[in-house]
């Protein structure tokens, strides 16, 4: 994987979530030895948290940027 040597919080979240998709392939694959199975299930965790962190962000952003639209518009 090109991506594993890059943080996952450096990840867009596409590509952090295209990592993770591979990792859950490999995972259920059930060819992995024991020591990858277990460094590929913690990169999985590291990119599932900044997957999660990602998609915070944006609600909170969302959030703003409604919370903006709605006091620009008069009430009708």
Known sequence: METMNT??????FGAALTELEQIVKALEG????????LARYERGVALLRACKTKLSDAEQRVTMLVGELEEETPDE
Do not use: H, V
Not at 7 to 12: N, Q
Not at 30 to 37: K, T
């Open 7 to 12: 943080t996952a919080e450096e990840l867009s």
């Open 30 to 37: 059930g060819q992995l030895e024991l020591e990858e199975s």
